[in-house]
Structure formats: structure tokens, C-alpha cells
């Protein structure tokens, strides 16, 4: 039976020019037009900013970016003053209250979107110190009919593309460093199975294909290993290969069920949940050796989906069995720290922000999390149930 796959294409910063101190962008490709998202909530430490000049989808889009790394826009007592215009090019200004200019720049090329995305991409890192994310891609699972897909989308859950048209059961998208190729399982085989999927041309390979079930692919971050779970020797346990499959290391040798594993970023140790009674963290050495438990003081119930920050200081996980929770944890262990109701969290390339899914109106949706103010954003625009977000890193 053929199947059919699409290949896409996402707007990403193309090249920039330089004139009489004003800088020029050119933003690349267009984005579609859709529905802004909602902003939930936020706590202590927001920054507040003005916006005038923009409207429309530019205010919008800069409206939304600048919430998820909680920067309120508001009229009272702003600390920047944000301004510019949107007319085929966007001009942007960012000026402190004091009436200081950071700077001005023009972005050219693309959309009205892509150039907003662009000008908060500049903003937060002048105003947060933080890393620009609002030009990257999510990979989620979403409900469709009876089965389930895998889908692509911007960050913000704009441009969605269903990658999968299969109706089974998947989970556990993966992305590869480099956000070319994904990794997830399928039971369209019947037995669970990790493909690995090509973004540009659509086609698709079983990894690690052999004897027994596999699933729960994770990617180190150089894209040279893969862990990933598999029954292959008996019980679902941890194992190691190189990206090819080849050179396949079991690490844990149990009767319990081993799960859900996160790479360093440095590429020498291995997060996974262990199952024996309750679910725990533990850590092991991706050369092999024994098993740490990984202490999450404080975090009561099952432990479950790490996922390692970028920068190594943090492993977010969740906490629960029905009422989810999101929580972290430095990465040697220790104290832990509840953030927000959810489930299945991973990190933005910045270390900063949470990307997680959360029950609503009895379906899963996902939702941006800024770690250090709470603020949080729903990602509403996309159809039916969503889980499982995985941030391209």
C-alpha cells in the first residue's frame, strides 16, 4: 500500500544588511495566517512593556512571543517602550523608559508574522538575556478519529503539518539535532516499532528493527547515539546505540520496566524512569555502569517524563497519576520545585522556557511555560487532543 508523505517548509532568519545604523532583516519565507493565542496567567518577576504603532497580526504575534518569556504588555509603568510599524517591511524600536534606544531595526522578507517573530526574537534577548526561540519547530502527537498522528508545527503552534496519516497508535516524537529528521514509535506494525522519518523528502525507516518491541527513542545531542527502550532481552529496559541502530548496548538489566529516557548535553549520562512500585528518576552513565537514583525531594507519587535542560542545570519531570503536575529539579538531584498542572514537558533550546500538554474541556492541550515567572500560555488554534510536544534543539 503507497503511502503518502509532505514535505515542509518553515520561515526561518535568512540574512541581514546593515544601514546608517539601522539594522535590515530579511525574514525568509511567508507563514500562515491563524487565531492568536491565549495567555493564562502570570507570577512575580513579569517585566512590563508598552506597544504602539503595530496592529493587526504583528501586534498580535508580538503580544503572544513577548508573554512567553514573561514580558506583560501594558500601558502602566512600562519599563521598554516597544514601537514601529508593519507595512510589507516591520520597523521595530525598542527604548527604555528613561527614553534610552536599544535599537532600531528594520525586518524585510516573509510575512507580517515571520517579521514579528523576528523583532520579539530581538527583544527578549536585549530584555531577558535569553536565547531567541521564536523561529523554532514542536513535533506532538495529535488525535485524529480512532488513531493517532504525528505532527509538526512553529513553536507557537502556527503552520501545523500532519506528518503520519496511518490511524494507529504513535508516541514519543524525537527530534534529531538539526530539526531534519524525526524519530517516533508506531504500532502500525502491530508491535511497536521507532521510525525515523525524513522532514525534507517524507521518507521513512525503521530504527533499530529486530527481535522485540521498541520504543521511547531519545537523541544525544551531538545526533551520534540513540537511547531508546526495548523487551528485546526480556523486560523493557535501556538501551544504547549508535544513530544507525548499529553497535546496540543494553544498559539496565531488570524484571521492572525502565522508561522515558533524556540525554546529558554533554552526552555521558542517561535519565530514564525506573518502575518498581512507584516510578522514579534514576541516572546512568551512557558508557554503562550502575544505576543513581535521582533524588526529587519534596515530589510525592509517580515520577515520570524527564527531560534534561540544554543547558544541563535542570531536569523538569512530571508528578502524578491522574492530577498531573510540572516540576524541576537541579541535575544532580535534590530539592524539587512544582511549577504548574501538566504533563509531558520539555525544554525550549533557551533553558528557559517549557513547552507541556494539560487536560481542557476534555481533550489534551499543549502550553508554553516561562520557568522563572510561571507565566503561561495555551496553544489553542490547533484541532482536537494534543500530547507529547517535543522542542527542536
Known amino acids: 500500500m503507497s503511502e503518502k508523505f509532505l514535505k515542509i517548509h518553515f520561515p526561518f532568519l535568512a540574512c541581514f544588511a546593515c544601514f546608517a545604523g539601522?539594522?535590515?532583516?530579511?525574514v525568509g519565507?511567508?507563514?500562515?495566517?491563524?487565531?492568536?493565542?491565549?495567555?493564562?496567567?502570570?507570577?512575580?518577576?513579569?517585566?512590563?512593556?508598552?506597544?504602539?504603532?503595530?496592529?493587526?497580526?504583528?501586534?498580535?504575534?508580538?503580544?503572544?512571543?513577548?508573554?512567553?518569556?514573561?514580558?506583560?504588555?501594558?500601558?502602566?509603568?512600562?519599563?521598554?517602550?516597544?514601537?514601529?510599524?508593519?507595512?510589507?517591511?516591520?520597523?521595530?524600536?525598542?527604548?527604555?523608559?528613561?527614553?534610552?534606544?536599544?535599537?532600531?531595526?528594520?525586518?524585510?522578507?516573509?510575512s507580517a508574522r515571520a517579521q514579528a517573530h523576528s523583532f520579539a526574537d530581538d527583544i527578549v534577548t536585549e530584555v531577558r538575556q535569553t536565547?531567541?526561540?521564536?523561529?523554532?519547530?514542536?513535533?506532538?502527537?495529535?488525535?485524529?478519529?480512532?488513531?493517532?498522528?504525528?505532527?509538526?508545527?512553529?513553536?507557537?503552534?502556527?503552520?501545523?503539518?500532519?506528518?503520519?496519516?496511518?490511524?494507529?497508535?504513535?508516541?514519543?516524537?524525537?527530534?534529531?539535532?538539526?530539526?531534519?529528521?524525526?524519530?517516533?514509535?508506531?504500532?502500525?506494525?502491530?508491535?511497536?516499532?521507532?521510525?525515523?522519518?525524513?522532514?525534507?523528502s517524507g521518507s521513512r525507516n525503521v530504527f533499530a528493527a529486530g527481535a522485540g518491541d521498541s520504543y521511547s527513542a531519545a537523541i544525544s545531542k551531538d545526533g551520534r547515539q540513540v537511547a531508546f527502550i526495548s523487551n528485546r532481552g526480556g523486560s523493557p529496559n535501556l538501551w544504547v546505540s549508535d544513530i544507525?541502530?548499529?553497535?546496540?548496548?543494553?544498559?539496565?538489566?531488570?524484571?521492572?520496566?525502565?522508561?522515558?529516557?533524556?540525554w546529558s548535553p554533554d552526552g555521558t549520562e542517561i535519565c530514564f524512569v525506573h518502575r518498581s512500585g512507584r516510578a522514579r528518576l534514576r541516572k546512568i552513565r551512557a558508557s554503562g555502569g550502575a544505576e543513581v537514583p535521582l533524588q526529587t525531594t519534596g515530589a510525592?507519587?509517580?515520577?515520570?517524563?524527564?527531560?534534561w535542560s540544554p543547558d544541563g542545570k535542570q531536569i523538569a519531570f512530571t508528578v502524578g497519576s491522574g492530577n498531573f503536575s510540572i516540576w524541576v529539579v537541579p541535575a544532580e538531584g535534590g530539592e524539587a520545585r512544582q511549577l504548574v498542572a501538566g504533563e509531558d514537558p520539555c525544554w525550549a533550546p533557551n533553558s528557559r522556557t517549557i513547552?507541556?500538554?494539560?487536560?481542557?474541556?476534555?481533550?489534551?492541550?499543549?502550553?508554553?511555560?516561562?520557568?522563572?515567572?510561571?507565566?503561561?500560555?495555551?496553544?489553542?488554534?490547533?484541532p482536537g487532543s494534543c500530547s507529547e510536544p517535543s522542542w527542536a534543539r
Not at 513547552?355 to 490547533?382: E, G, W
Open 29 to 110: 519565507a511567508s507563514a500562515q495566517d491563524q487565531e492568536p493565542i491565549v495567555i493564562r496567567g502570570h507570577a512575580q518577576s513579569i517585566i512590563p512593556v508598552s506597544i504602539s504603532g503595530f496592529s493587526g497580526e504583528a501586534e498580535a504575534v508580538l503580544q503572544f512571543d513577548l508573554g512567553v518569556l514573561g514580558i506583560k504588555v501594558t500601558s502602566d509603568n512600562p519599563e521598554y517602550l516597544v514601537s514601529g510599524s508593519a507595512n510589507g517591511q516591520l520597523t521595530g524600536v525598542l527604548t527604555t523608559a528613561g527614553g534610552k534606544q536599544v535599537f532600531s531595526r528594520i525586518y524585510s522578507g516573509g
Open 355 to 382: 513547552i507541556f500538554s494539560r487536560q481542557a474541556n476534555n481533550k489534551h492541550i499543549l502550553c508554553l511555560l516561562d520557568v522563572p515567572t510561571k507565566a503561561v500560555k495555551d496553544v489553542r488554534q490547533i
Open 300 to 307: 510525592f507519587g509517580n515520577v515520570t517524563s524527564p527531560d
Open 244 to 262: 544507525s541502530g548499529g553497535d546496540a548496548r543494553q544498559l539496565t538489566i531488570s524484571r521492572e520496566e525502565d522508561s522515558a529516557p533524556t
Open 22 to 26: 539601522t539594522i535590515l532583516f530579511d
Open 131 to 200: 536565547a531567541p526561540i521564536f523561529h523554532s519547530r514542536i513535533a506532538f502527537r495529535g488525535q485524529r478519529g480512532s488513531g493517532n498522528e504525528i505532527f509538526v508545527s512553529d513553536f507557537d503552534g502556527h503552520n501545523p503539518v500532519q506528518l503520519t496519516s496511518d490511524n494507529t497508535l504513535v508516541e514519543g516524537p524525537a527530534w534529531v539535532p538539526g530539526g531534519r529528521t524525526l524519530f517516533y514509535a508506531s504500532w502500525k506494525s502491530g508491535a511497536p516499532q521507532i521510525l525515523e522519518q525524513n522532514l525534507t
